[in-house]
């Protein structure tokens, strides 16, 4: 196993803290650069020697350059991962979004790092799936600062790739979740909200009429793949959908929680959010061309995990 650490932007935030733990456990060294604006130190087992925390912003190039020096490979994960929040917030949420992911590029070029695994996301297809699985080349339709950020950063890092050598892994997220994410915010991930709200018989929000569906990804699933994608001779190329091709809506969530915890409080609905996406599910056959699919963790089994955490 190579000496050199994994630098994991956003290592201290819900996907990274989880990726963290398998890196380490596989013996490899790690690197965090986080901000804790969403992130804990509570979720990285900071006594472990092989890891090294380094607290700051990856809108600091000066920072992200010194964070990237030495490192074998890079998984940028750090960003305001809220749709919502950058609808809110368009002008700070871009620096963490977008002008991150160009110092990281810069970054990289310095100090000759090739490998990057990129943190893209279904929302850069907007609406256009239409309620069919979505396949990477639908037109892309970045609806919100959010999307357009992502796709950017897309574009950027295939213009390293392409002149400086940079070899990006580009996933498009689906929906993730499990544990450590974290439920404290209105912008948090709808199950890390419902779960928690549930449990603690607090009245459940309901964006719109809760037909809208999403293609839930349990996190341990997802690491699998990050791991892959560190490791691979080659990246795959372009962009690759995570999900499973599966739709499930609000209320068939909610219905999932119910049952699980033997009953809902009372949820309400209200006026949908701007720039919501009505429908996504992935088509994931460039997922199954490029990588080995993890034993796909159930909604069932995720909610039941989660509930226990
Ligand atoms: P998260 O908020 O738990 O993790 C993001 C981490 O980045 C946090 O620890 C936060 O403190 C850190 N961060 C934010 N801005 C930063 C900055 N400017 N400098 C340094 N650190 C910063 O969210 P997550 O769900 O773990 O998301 C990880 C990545 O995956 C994000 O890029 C997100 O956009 C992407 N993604 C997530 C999902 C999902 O369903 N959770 C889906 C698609 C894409
Ligand atoms: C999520 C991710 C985003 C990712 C995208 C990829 C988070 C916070 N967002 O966005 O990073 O790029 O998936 O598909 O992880 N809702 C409610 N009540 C609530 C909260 C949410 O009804 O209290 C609804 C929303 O309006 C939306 C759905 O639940 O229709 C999902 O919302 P959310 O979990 O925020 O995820 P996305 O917007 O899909």
Redesign the pocket.
Known sequence: MSEQPILV??????????LVDALLARGNSVRV????????LA?LPMDNPRLTFIE?????AGLVSRAVAGCAAVV???????VQASVDDPVS?H???F??TLNLCEAMREHAVRRVV??????VYGNNGEGQAIDENTAKSPLTP?AAD?LASEHYLQFYGRQHGLEPAI???????GP???PSSPY??VISIFTQRAQQGLPISVFGDGEQTRDF?F?ADLVELLLQALDAQQVAPGAVN?GWNEAVSLKQLLAQIGELLGGLPAVTHLDGRPGDIRHSRADNRRLIEHYRLPVQTSLRDGLAALLNS
């Open positions: 932007t956003g290592g201290a935030g819900f996907i990274g803290s989880n650069l986080d901000n804790l604006s969403m992130g804990k979720n700051g912003d990856v809108a600091d940028h994960l750090a960003a305001v991962a809220s949420t620096q963490s979004n002008i991150g990129f943190a893209s996301s279904a929302a959010y992502k996933f498009r997220f689906f929906n993730i979740f450590r994410q974290d948090s991930g990804f996190v995570v």
